[in-house]
């Protein structure tokens, strides 16, 4: 049997190659080859590095915490960039302790944007899931040179999920005169709108250590924030994909008058999938948690769409089921089927080829 894995990374534990490597070592009596997929968040950059064919470059930047780490993305001589938001804001940066919105800043990834740019990047690729920030891009518009200010007009700094609140004017045109002639892809991993019950605050946020009451601060802050932007470039925050991310969605759409798109068709129109597909008989696609935003243009709805209208076999595999999906043919859980979580979580790899050697194979022998 031809098979091709084509999974997620499994947040944390797994990257996407990864989870391909083990299926392909597990299931060694069929043909079974890996692509690396991402639908805009941690991989993205792993994802497209074939098809871009830029050079790494690294650099030094801030954390979500404000902590130097070493950065990175790609560039290509043509002056293409791929950026991904997670290498500077991710929640895989930060301790379980460590999480708060509140706090966390994009200002990383303002640093990286701005690098680019400095080198001559004149178009821009950047998948912005997986962060632990909900600051409405404040932080990395900071790194990149706009002015905040306060009710009394005094210059803010610093600016992370808490000073939502206190923005009430910005100055932001040297910044956009620098982005004459410059293109901005957003490769979205879902498709929420900024505000609300469904918006970036209160689906997100929990995720990223919020409690209750943070909130209900930061959904105030952004609400605030939202109102001072659009009396500049007009109300977008209703925009499916600008509730990604904290805002980034948001604020790309705004102040970089940035293209939001399905980060997964992104990628897979980029990997030229529906054309790849074509010789297997089987797809097995994957992600660590399948829950209430996998169909919100995750990863598993994208491939899912893309077999269906030509008619290949899909399954999936997962670390965690939260959501029933009924659409694959089969869907296998390493939760509760083989480990439990904490032992998934300690030992990702042999929990996942368990789960592929005792059940995964068996299904395809039948």
Not at 2 to 9: G, M, Q, T
Not at 69 to 87: M, N, R
Not at 150 to 172: C, N, P, Q
Not at 310 to 331: N, S
Request: glycine share 10%.
């Amino acid at each position: 049997m031809n098979i091709l894995v084509a999974s997620d990374s499994f947040k944390g534990t797994l990257s996407s190659e990864a989870v391909g490597q083990i299926v392909k070592e597990v299931l060694i009596h069929d043909q079974v080859d890996v692509v690396s997929i991402s639908d805009g968040g941690e991989g993205v950059i792993e994802a497209l590095k074939n098809k871009i064919n830029g050079k790494r470059i690294k650099i030094e930047i801030k954390d979500p915490l404000g902590r130097m780490i070493e950065g990175y993305y790609l560039l290509t001589d043509q002056g293409e960039a791929v950026i991904e938001s997670a290498v500077a804001c991710g929640l895989s940066l930060l301790g379980d302790d460590e999480r708060n919105p509140l706090l966390t800043s994009s200002y990383g990834l303002g640093m990286m944007i701005d690098d680019a740019l400095k080198r001559g990047a004149k178009h821009f690729v950047i998948g912005i899931g997986g962060t632990s920030t909900n600051d409405g891009g404040l932080g990395m518009l900071e790194a990149l040179g706009v002015k905040f200010y306060d009710d009394k007009d005094s210059l803010m700094t610093d600016l992370s999920g808490k000073d939502l609140k206190w923005v009430a004017r910005f100055e932001a045109d040297d910044f956009i005169r620098r982005l004459q002639d410059v293109r901005v892809e957003v490769a979205c991993d879902v498709d929420n709108p900024l505000l609300g019950d469904h918006g970036a605050t209160y689906t997100f946020s929990p995720q990223k250590g919020a409690t209750p009451d943070m909130c209900h601060l930061l959904e105030e802050g952004m609400v605030r924030y939202a109102d001072v932007v659009s009396h500049v470039f007009g109300s977008k925050h209703e925009l499916a994909g600008s509730g990604a991310a904290g805002g980034l969605g948001f604020c790309f759409v705004t102040f970089f008058s940035g293209i939001l798109k399905s980060g997964i068709d992104l990628v897979l129109d980029a990997l030229s999938f529906d054309d790849l597909i074509k010789k297997y008989d089987l797809v097995i696609t994957g992600e660590g948690k399948i829950d209430s935003q996998t169909s919100r243009g995750k990863v598993l709805s994208g491939i899912l769409n893309r077999t269906s209208r030509q008619k290949i076999r899909t399954i999936a595999i997962c670390g965690i089921m939260e959501t029933d999906v009924t659409d694959f043919e089969k869907v296998f859980s390493v939760v509760p089927t083989v480990s439990g979580i904490d032992e998934s979580l300690r030992d990702p790899e042999t929990s996942l080829r368990k789960l592929i050697e005792e059940h995964v194979k068996s299904w395809l022998t039948k």
